[in-house]
Nanobody, 114 residues
Framework: QVQLVESGGGLVQVGESLRLSCAAS????????MGWYRQAPGKGRELIVT???????HYSDSVKGRFTASKNVAENTMSLQMNNLKTDDTAVYYC????????WGQGTQVTVSS
């Protein structure tokens, strides 16, 4: 069974940057679209970035222009560069397939302080 491991979260100030990483234990990236999700305190989990197979990356309006996602299919890893972070970006961040068919990892906490 494929396992997902997210890392790179932390506590930063408004306007700062973080780079998140996701590693999969199997070769899922070649078989399915992948995405970055986040769950803010008291809210449901939302899809913020979709990395389709062979198509441009899609960003939600809330992160467009500030976040940049990439993936390495050969290494089964992907990353999320987050710039100009806002307090609204505070959440636990997860990677998963789109739709999310893989067991969720533990996620990585991102806290943006003003």
């Amino acid at each position: 069974q494929v396992q997902l491991v997210e890392s790179g979260g932390g506590l930063v100030q408004v306007g700062e940057s973080l780079r998140l990483s996701c590693a999969a234990s199997g070769d899922v990236f070649i078989r399915t679209a992948m995405g970055w999700y986040r769950q803010a305190p008291g809210k449901g989990r939302e899809l913020i970035v979709t990395l389709p197979r062979g198509s441009p990356v899609h960003y939600s309006d809330s992160v467009k222009g500030r976040f940049t996602a990439s993936k390495n299919v050969a290494e089964n890893t992907m990353s999320l560069q987050m710039n100009n972070l806002k307090t609204d970006d505070t959440a636990v961040y997860y990677c998963n397939a789109v739709p999310p068919t893989i067991a969720w990892g533990q996620g990585t906490q991102v806290t943006v302080s003003s």
